[in-house]
């Protein structure tokens, strides 16, 4: 009886380590088919370009096709949920954004709960922001912006590239931290408000690097970057911090998928991802772009996720900002 006892017991122990051994082994597989990025942006925008460098990278080191596939509106809330709702088995990622961790304090009704239902996989990149104002407005430094604001309550206009983007939120953080009240401009998208920001229109822009042409071109002055550092491609320009003390505003990307992924599939990309990011090649590109590379873990990552989420709904709670 002992003995039959024992070889019982032992194959239950067996088969209950057959779905473990199994999942490694399919996951060490992974992946075995294309897998899609979900990019919640048009394509051509920056989180795009971004994307797909990174889905390049890995599907020449992966041996299979990374897909992006764009899904933009209602702040990138469309491509979550579409991520959200698809199998957990690593064949459908997410291009996480600052909109992911703002949108869910601004709208109500979601269907989903973006940090609970995605997994984060990894950061890829901080996405600076420039202050920029029209070449006619007065004011030359962040000091004469704000002297101006109080001397002239009212009517200064500041455009962002649509409600509960970064640079809504910066500005917003930048009218608390100084003091002053601006009227917010909302377009859609970013190159719209830099048309009109150029034209006049409006008078100022917490804008992304694409606007650092402009400012070499002499169509629009930077006043100042988000950033704790300067930037290589604008290096004259001082941070806003110099002036505004513990300013600091940081756009990011990284990838995520949906909650309930094997951590040996999340592990394995991650790896692959840093790895990616250390490639001297892909580096140079993203600097390029104004963007500096950030590896880092899962782990890593997901407390810079609940790090800014925290920062951001107090910015939204203190201004009572809302979605219409």
């Known amino acids: 009886m002992t003995l039959l006892r024992r070889k019982f017991l032992e194959l239950i122990a067996g088969g209950a380590a057959l779905p ?12 075995t088919r294309p897998v899609r990025i979900i990019v919640g942006f ?30 933009p509106g209602a702040g990138t809330n469309i491509a979550t949920e579409a991520v959200v709702r698809a199998n957990p088995d690593g064949y459908t990622l997410l291009c ?23 997994a984060p996989i990894g950061s890829l990149v901080r996405v600076p922001f420039l202050l920029v104002v029209n070449p006619s407005f007065p ?4 000091s004469e912006l704000i002297a101006y604001a109080k001397a002239n309550p009212g009517k200064l206009n500041y455009a962002s590239s649509g409600l509960g ?42 804008a992304d690097a694409s606007a650092i042409e402009y400012v070499k071109e002499g169509k629009l002055r ?29 756009g990011f990307l990284g990838v995520g998928a949906p909650k309930g992924t094997p951590v040996e599939v999340i592990t394995k990309l991650n790896d692959e991802i840093n790895a990616g990011l250390a490639d001297d090649a892909l580096k140079t590109r993203l600097k390029s772009m104004g963007y500096t590379a950030a590896a880092g873990t899962p782990s890593d990552f997901r407390k810079f996720l ?13 201004r009572d900002i809302r979605s219409k």
């Open 20 to 31: 473990v051994i199994s999942h490694v082994a399919w996951a060490l597989d992974y992946p």
């Open 42 to 71: 048009p394509a051509g925008q920056p989180a795009d370009i971004a994307a797909r460098l990174i889905g390049q990278w890995l599907s020449e080191h992966l041996g299979q096709p990374f897909i992006v596939e764009n899904r």
């Open 96 to 118: 996480v954004g600052a909109p992911n961790v703002i949108t869910p304090i601004l709208y109500t009704g979601l269907k989903f709960d973006f940090m609970r239902d995605i």
């Open 139 to 142: 004011a030359t430094n962040v």
């Open 165 to 206: 983007t970064v640079n809504h939120m910066a500005g917003e953080l930048f009218g608390i931290m100084t003091g002053i009240e601006m009227t917010h401009v909302p377009y859609k998208g970013t190159a719209p408000a830099l048309t009109d920001l150029i034209g006049g229109q409006v008078q100022l822009m917490f």
């Open 222 to 250: 930077a006043l100042g970057v988000t950033t704790a550092e300067r930037l290589d491609q604008l290096p004259n320009v001082p941070t806003i911090g110099d002036t505004v003390s513990g300013f600091e505003v940081n």
């Open 306 to 318: 609940a790090d800014e989420t925290d920062k951001w709904s107090k910015v939204i709670r203190s």
